[in-house]
Protein backbone atom coordinates (compact mmCIF):
# COMPACT_ATOMS: atom_id res chain seq x y z
CA UNK A 1 0.00 0.00 0.00
CA UNK A 2 0.98 3.48 -0.81
CA UNK A 3 0.03 7.10 0.17
CA UNK A 4 -0.81 10.21 -1.46
CA UNK A 5 1.91 11.85 0.22
CA UNK A 6 4.75 9.80 -2.19
CA UNK A 7 3.30 11.91 -5.08
CA UNK A 8 5.27 15.00 -6.35
CA UNK A 9 3.38 18.56 -7.39
CA UNK A 10 3.15 18.53 -10.85
CA UNK A 11 3.88 15.15 -11.57
CA UNK A 12 1.65 12.62 -13.69
CA UNK A 13 0.51 9.69 -12.46
CA UNK A 14 -1.00 6.80 -13.64
CA UNK A 15 -2.24 5.23 -10.23
CA UNK A 16 -4.63 2.54 -8.60
CA UNK A 17 -6.96 3.43 -5.79
CA UNK A 18 -8.10 -0.26 -4.73
CA UNK A 19 -6.60 -3.57 -6.12
CA UNK A 20 -9.78 -4.00 -7.95
CA UNK A 21 -10.04 -0.15 -9.37
CA UNK A 22 -8.95 0.77 -12.95
CA UNK A 23 -5.91 2.92 -14.15
CA UNK A 24 -6.36 6.10 -13.72
CA UNK A 25 -4.46 9.17 -15.09
CA UNK A 26 -3.80 11.61 -11.99
CA UNK A 27 -1.70 14.87 -11.70
CA UNK A 28 -0.53 16.91 -8.59
CA UNK A 29 -1.93 20.44 -9.16
CA UNK A 30 -0.81 21.78 -5.49
CA UNK A 31 0.77 21.03 -2.03
CA UNK A 32 -0.51 22.68 1.44
CA UNK A 33 0.88 21.27 4.61
CA UNK A 34 -1.85 17.97 5.02
CA UNK A 35 -3.57 17.72 1.46
CA UNK A 36 -3.30 17.28 -1.50
CA UNK A 37 -5.25 18.88 -4.71
CA UNK A 38 -5.28 16.41 -6.94
CA UNK A 39 -6.28 16.91 -10.87
CA UNK A 40 -8.00 13.66 -12.25
CA UNK A 41 -8.00 12.85 -16.24
CA UNK A 42 -12.05 10.50 -15.96
CA UNK A 43 -14.71 11.44 -18.20
CA UNK A 44 -15.46 14.38 -17.17
CA UNK A 45 -11.76 15.69 -15.67
CA UNK A 46 -12.51 15.69 -12.49
CA UNK A 47 -10.60 17.58 -9.00
CA UNK A 48 -10.04 16.74 -5.80
CA UNK A 49 -8.40 17.27 -2.41
CA UNK A 50 -6.92 13.71 -0.87
CA UNK A 51 -5.17 13.76 2.39
CA UNK A 52 -1.56 12.99 1.84
CA UNK A 53 -2.33 9.88 4.59
CA UNK A 54 -4.96 8.74 2.09
CA UNK A 55 -3.99 5.24 0.44
CA UNK A 56 -3.67 3.99 -2.81
CA UNK A 57 -3.06 0.35 -4.19
CA UNK A 58 -0.84 1.08 -6.47
CA UNK A 59 1.01 3.70 -8.39
CA UNK A 60 1.75 2.26 -11.41
CA UNK A 61 3.86 4.70 -13.09
CA UNK A 62 4.74 8.54 -12.88
CA UNK A 63 4.96 9.09 -16.71
CA UNK A 64 7.31 11.26 -18.26
CA UNK A 65 7.58 14.78 -20.00
CA UNK A 66 7.57 13.15 -23.48
CA UNK A 67 4.50 10.75 -22.53
CA UNK A 68 2.63 13.70 -21.23
CA UNK A 69 3.12 15.73 -24.80
CA UNK A 70 2.15 12.53 -26.47
CA UNK A 71 -0.61 12.36 -23.99
CA UNK A 72 -1.94 15.37 -24.37
CA UNK A 73 -2.41 15.21 -28.13
CA UNK A 74 -4.87 12.49 -27.81
CA UNK A 75 -6.69 13.95 -25.31
CA UNK A 76 -7.04 17.46 -26.65
CA UNK A 77 -8.40 15.77 -29.59
CA UNK A 78 -10.85 13.95 -28.43
CA UNK A 79 -11.90 16.64 -26.49
CA UNK A 80 -12.25 18.59 -29.63
CA UNK A 81 -14.30 15.93 -30.66
CA UNK A 82 -17.05 16.30 -27.94
CA UNK A 83 -17.01 20.59 -28.14
CA UNK A 84 -19.47 21.78 -30.28
CA UNK A 85 -19.50 25.20 -31.53
CA UNK A 86 -22.18 28.27 -32.18
CA UNK A 87 -22.50 28.74 -35.63
CA UNK A 88 -25.53 30.96 -35.19
CA UNK A 89 -23.79 34.39 -35.85
Known sequence: MYTYELLETGCYYLVKEKEDSAIV???VAMESD????IQRFEDPTDTEWKIKKDSLFDIV???TDK????????????EDAYSEEDDDD
Open 25 to 27: LIK
Open 34 to 37: HCLF
Open 61 to 63: ECL
Open 67 to 78: AIKEWELYYKSS
